[in-house]
């Protein structure tokens, strides 16, 4: 058996060593054998100091005596709260228990005892109550007065007398503030104040609480203590270093006494040097309680002479007050708290559980209960918005609020709270939601970005899609205005801006602006922006409300129709252009056609005469067949109705070819012809379409005669890898850069509108261009007016080689056909 017990033992202290409970073994004559390390740290001492020392010496003199009288016992220690001090003298209270540990001969060795803090929980249990007291204390009291100065006490008292506190009560109809109650000022500060002129108990002014939005709101608001910002300059920088020497204010805390539209008054309390814990949330509700309470005072106060008045505001405000018995179940109702379920008002009686139950709705009972259970077994604040069924089967929401009463031991006994009709309040809230899902719908729908800019505070939102516009995620882009300045092309930074400040001094209606904005991944977004300013009753612009909408794609199109429209316009003068080209260099043939065919039946006409004739009227025949000519091989080309016929070509015996058939005509103009090639006769044999490599030498040649009228042509040839590259060189007009490509489109020369009125179609050039593709190759132009011009092209170079050779060389690269 001792074997036994000495195992559990063990098992005790090792599952303990570590736990977060403090442990300590004990020896027969209450000396301290072992402590784990949260015993040392919750107490604060180090083993030394511990470790052989009697237990009953760290505890409260109080709690000595019991402590010995239970462990006489053979060291039995039974669950017991114990006080126990630790090293900086102050004492905490701990729930203790311990066990005994025996010898193998069952003799007593040694006791094994746990404890914890629970100084925190009885604390929170002694404020709870204390403060539930003096809210169930609050009922003595007949003017607001009174109860500032009790809730000034009490406070005072709960902070242990430790902290200076002041009670302000609100005169809002005449709007005026007067202190009421001052407690922690000692004679040595008060004294002090009045030598700089400050009476702080008799203290009073205008209302003035807009350097206190939080206060507004109801919430508690921590201050720095600054009297001349405080005050709005009323003290003077030296008297605010006067009084902060006087007084050793580290921080104000600013609680109101308010309901939804009046602040009836502030409890300050001012926070000296010395450390103290406020436990924020519990003075709230006390002071939520006592505003509750002050509202009631005024109301009775102001409608006291008229009862039906009073029931009257009491039917408005929607709040009654209810009182729960905890044993019993049963609960006392105020009669607006009857009212509000629809029931005739019987004073003093009081309502079973089953007849409350009764009037809660049924989907509402179970987060109801378990709540109330939570609140007792935790004590703690009963907080809950439900739905009541009336007794005349309408639905309500109400909101009730409850704080617990604790006995001496601390166990709850009673509940008191209010509770008040929201039903009005959670219908709004919902219209809104849904007035704010049907905008949601509507901006997504438009695929809009949101903006909201408070003028007042310089805070911004951005909606998620605002930010998508751009390519970010929510989370990339903070709300800050400094987005919108940095992403917005700087030339429409000034113009937007500027904008902005005349829709701000309503120098415009709206603000409506197209701008650009640098997209995530560095491209321009184009913006549509939209926005209208917020006023306040004064005129003063506090928003700016808008949205951005993506149109870079509308921009494209309008860009493209822009485009196609400037090409439309190009297209019908050009058509213009070549209908008059062409009916010029039609009629010009005709005329000289019909004209000398009339001269020819002139009778005695010489021999010469007749000849010179002919020759004309053969010349205007074979310039308007070269015209119809033109006219037909690009109709061909555009119908895709020519081919490519391979053949051998010798490129060095066509380009001779025509550099012996142009010499005459160029040298007629009083310039030089000139053929440079590198190729050899072996690399000249390829396989090619011939027609269409003379018609494309014919054209440029032709050109360059047409447009020079001195200088030299030039017609070169070289190899450059798998390509034949020619050029036509010339010391004519030249082409202005941007007519190069226009050159090669149908119907077009260089200059369209032709001052020199030069012959041609203005076809020649296109087909070249068509017929050096489907060869295979490109042409292109260098020009530079008054200087000349150079017309490169290539074809693929196809050499003509024996089969046994071919084997061994690249494939044949046969041209495109069209």
């Known amino acids: 058996m001792g074997k036994s017990n000495r195992d559990n033992e063990e098992k005790y202290k090792i599952r303990h060593e570590n736990t977060t409970l403090c442990f300590q073994s004990l020896g027969k004559d209450g000396s301290i054998k072992d402590v784990n390390p949260v015993w040392l740290r919750t107490l604060g001492y180090n083993s030394n100091e511990v470790i052989g020392n009697n237990f009953k010496d760290f505890l409260h003199p109080d709690w000595q ?58 604390k929170a249990q002694y404020n709870s109550t204390f403060l539930s007291n003096a809210v169930f ?59 700089i002129g400050i009476d702080i108990r008799n203290m009073e002014g205008p209302i003035d609480t807009r350097y206190l939005e939080d206060v507004e709101e109801g919430k508690l608001v921590e201050l720095e203590f600054d009297l001349q910002t405080l005050t709005k300059g009323k003290f003077s920088g030296n008297l605010n270093n006067a009084v902060k020497k006087i007084v050793p204010v580290k921080k104000l805390l600013v609680i109101p006494i308010k ?159 209010t509770l008040q009709d929201i039903t009005e309040q959670i219908q709004s809230e919902q219209k809104l939601r849904e007035s704010e899902e049907r905008f949601d719908l509507a901006m997504k729908a438009a695929n809009d970005g949101i903006f909201d800019w408070n003028l007042v505070t310089n805070e911004i939102y951005y909606s998620p899609k605002w930010k998508s516009i751009l390519g970010y995620e929510d989370y990339e882009l903070p709300n800050d205005f400094s987005i919108w300045e940095n992403l917005i092309q700087p030339d429409d930074l000034k113009k937007s801006w500027d904008m902005q400040q005349e829709l701000i001094s309503k120098q415009r209606d709206r603000f409506v602006m197209e701008f650009k904005m640098k997209h995530k991944d560095g491209h321009w977004v184009d913006i549509l922006s939209r926005a209208e300013a917020v006023f306040d009753e004064n005129g003063k612009a506090i928003r700016m409300v808008g949205t951005h909408q993506d149109i870079s794609e509308r921009k494209r199109f309008e860009a493209e129709l822009l485009e196609a429209r400037q090409k439309a ?10 209908l008059a080209n062409m009916s010029h260099e039609i009629r010009t043939p005709m005329n000289g056609i ?7 039946q002139i009778p005695g006409l010489t021999g010469d005469q007749q000849q010179s004739y002919v020759e004309i009227i053969q010349k205007s025949g074979d310039r308007m067949l070269n015209t119809v000519n033109d006219i037909i091989e690009i109709s061909r080309i555009d119908t895709e109705q020519v081919r490519v016929s391979l053949g051998k070509v010798n490129v060095l015996k ?69 390509k034949l590259e020619f050029s036509v060189k010339d010391t004519g007009i030249g082409i202005p850069q941007n007519r190069l490509e226009a050159v090669f489109n149908r119907f077009v020369q260089a200059d369209i509108e032709d001052k020199q009125v030069r012959e041609g179609s203005g076809l020649g050039l296109a087909i070249v261009k068509s017929y050096v593709e489907m060869l295979g190759g490109k042409i292109w132009i260098e020009s530079e007016v008054n200087e000349g011009s150079t017309f490169y092209f290539t074809i693929d170079y196809n050499p003509v080689v024996s089969l046994k050779t071919l084997k061994n060389k690249r494939p044949l690269k046969l041209p495109k056909k069209i």
């Open 594 to 600: 019909l004209g000398f065919t009339r001269l020819l």
């Open 65 to 122: 005596a019991q402590f010995e009288e239970n462990f006489k016992n053979n060291g039995y220690l039974k669950e017991v709260e114990l006080k126990i001090r630790h090293k900086n003298g102050k004492y905490i209270n701990v729930e203790f228990e311990g066990s005994i540990g025996y010898k193998p001969d069952g003799s007593f060795e040694q006791t094994y005892c746990i404890f914890q803090d629970i100084t925190e929980l009885k």
């Open 654 to 722: 066509q380009l001779d070819f025509i550099y012996h058939f142009f010499t005459p005509e160029v040298e007629k103009k009083g310039m030089q012809l000139v053929l440079n090639t590198s190729l050899s006769e072996d690399e000249s044999l390829i396989l090619t379409d011939e027609i269409k490599l003379d018609s494309i030498f014919t054209n440029l040649v032709k050109n360059a005669i047409k447009y020079s009228n001195k200088g030299t042509i030039k017609i070169s040839c070289d190899k450059k890898d798998d």
């Open 569 to 578: 316009e190009e297209s019908d003068r050009l058509k213009s252009a070549f």
């Open 137 to 195: 204390e609050l009922n003595q009291f007949k003017t607001p007065k009174e109860v500032f100065v009790y809730t000034v006490d009490k406070l005072y008292e709960l902070f242990n007398k430790s902290i200076i506190i002041t009670g302000v009560e609100y005169d809002n109809p005449n709007n005026k503030w007067k202190m009421h109650e001052v407690k922690g000022i000692n004679s040595f500060i008060d004294n002090g104040l009045k030598k």
């Open 259 to 417: 309901n939804k539209k009046f602040i009836y008054g502030t409890i300050t309390l001012v926070i000296t040097k010395r450390s103290i814990e406020i436990e924020r949330q519990l003075n709230e509700t006390f002071i939520t309680q006592v505003a509750v309470f002050v509202e009631k005072l005024i109301i009775e106060s102001e409608l006291r002479e008229n009862e039906n008045k009073l029931k009257a505001a009491e039917k408005i405000a929607h709040v009654g007050n209810y009182e729960i018995d905890l044993k019993t179940g049963a609960a006392i109702w105020s009669e607006e708290t009857f009212r509000i379920f629809g029931l005739e008002y019987i004073k003093g009686k009081e309502l079973t559980q089953y007849e409350y139950d009764k009037l809660v709705h049924p989907d509402d009972k179970f987060k109801l209960y378990k709540l109330f259970d939570e609140c007792i077994f935790e004590v703690k604040t009963f907080d809950l918005v439900y739905r009541i069924i009336r007794d005349d089967n309408e639905i309500r929401f109400v909101h009730s609020i409850g704080e617990l009463e604790l006995n001496e031991r601390g166990v709850p006994v009673k509940m008191f709270g």
